[in-house]
């Protein structure tokens, strides 16, 4: 019994972000997420609705890629 620690263990950070556009379509907000794991284990995550409104799924996105690299800084 105790904390075990591999020598051969992934400790990359990895970073995903993601959003779908006009998912509160009365609204006009698009929902954000994203998720930073480092060795497999999940160190930060969040998923709420923009504070913008995107006009495009893909401005949707810039934004979810915007929020995740102001965690990452």
């Not at 930073?36 to 890629?65: E, H, P």
Request: net charge neutral; with cysteine.
């Amino acid at each position: 019994m105790g904390l075990f620690y591999s020598n051969d263990a992934n400790h990359e950070l990895v970073r995903c972000a993601d959003a779908g556009f006009l998912s509160d379509p009365h609204k006009g907000w698009s929902q954000t997420g994203y998720l930073f794991t480092c060795g497999n284990i999940a160190i930060s995550w969040r998923s709420t609705k923009q504070i913008l409104v995107a006009t495009s799924s893909n401005l949707a996105k810039i934004l979810a890629i915007y929020e995740a690299s102001r965690e990452c800084v």
